[in-house]
């Protein structure tokens, strides 16, 4: 299977484009997703921006970073199982989801004469994409993890994943489990989880939008069921966040149900690790997008061209 095609016209009950821009489809493991490209004639390498995985997830979760940052040629990926991406019945797992970063990784390089990229990632995403960093530090110049999961200082153990094989089992059920995923994802039950996620009430209206629109696609209970169930939590995220060589900005916020940093510090106190707080809730570049892209741009300004 050609791993690179460029993506055509998708039947109509895929949600519209996340970002604007062209897209391209890579293939992992015999799933195809789909990579943005925001391409310019760059002042500084080139960046790779991964959404979080949850119900409803998408590129559009990172939408004000794409769209923001100047000067550079920025991509970002519908994941397997989200978005634009295929969304086979199968069990999603952090391997590839990793596999995913690296195959988008290889394009963006081919693209810019090797260069290595500056990667970021939102929330579970991080645990992915550190995972990616450990293994091949080569490929990425810098990382930025926005409300990593995994730093609640819990996760250290040996385990593949926090896995419930038998709780999917239950969730996934052909009698009830699309009864289930619909119930979870009404627009109202969506906007719960979002303010949840904002810790207030008012929420961005266009990304509640997309997650509606992203959860009406075919087979797109998979995957959520797959993250319900614990398959895509690393057991050994924290020491995958530990083994990083390569300098990291790390940012959370205050409110909301998604502030637990308990082990956070640790890492502070490492000379590659930069946290930085918020005072907003976990998705910290839609409530104060300048000040987020500043702080942003200047870590990646801090670290050389």
Not at 152 to 177: F, H, N, Q, Y
Not at 203 to 226: K, N, S
């Amino acid at each position: 299977m050609n791993p690179e095609a460029t993506a055509l016209d998708r039947p109509a009950h895929l949600p519209p484009p996340a970002v604007p821009g062209a897209m391209h489809d890579l293939h992992v493991d015999g799933v195809r997703f789909v990579l943005y490209a925001r391409e310019k004639q760059p002042v500084g390498p080139p960046v790779l921006l991964v959404h979080s995985i949850n119900a409803a997830a998408s590129a559009y979760e990172i939408r004000p970073i794409y769209e923001g940052l100047q000067g550079r040629s920025v991509y970002t990926v519908d994941l397997p199982g989200y978005g634009r991406a295929d969304r086979p019945d199968r069990v999603y797992r952090p391997p590839l989801m990793v596999a995913a970063i690296h195959a988008a990784v290889d394009w963006i390089r081919a693209r810019h004469e090797g260069a290595p990229v500056d990667a970021l990632a939102l929330s579970l995403s991080s645990e992915f994409l550190a995972r990616a960093a450990t293994q091949r530090p080569d490929a990425f110049r810098t990382l930025a993890l926005v409300s990593p999961t995994g730093l609640d200082g819990r996760r250290g153990g040996d385990g593949e994943t926090l896995a419930k094989p038998t709780l999917r089992a239950i969730v996934s059920c052909s009698w009830w489990g699309g009864g289930l995923f619909r119930g979870l994802t009404r627009p109202g039950v969506i906007r719960y989880f979002l303010r949840k996620t904002w810790g207030r009430k008012r929420i961005d209206e266009g990304l509640h939008e997309y997650c509606v629109a992203t959860t009406r696609v075919p087979g797109a209970e998979h995957a959520p069921f797959c993250f319900l169930s614990g398959e895509l939590f690393s057991a050994d995220a924290s020491r995958v966040y530990e083994a990083l060589v390569l300098p990291v900005w790390s940012t959370y916020g205050v409110r909301g149900d998604f502030a637990d940093y308990g082990s956070s510090e640790s890492l502070n106190a490492m000379d590659h690790w930069h946290m930085q707080r918020f005072d907003t809730g976990a998705l910290p570049h839609f409530e104060v997008p300048d000040e987020f892209l500043a702080s942003y741009e200047r870590f990646l300004g801090e670290q050389g061209r």
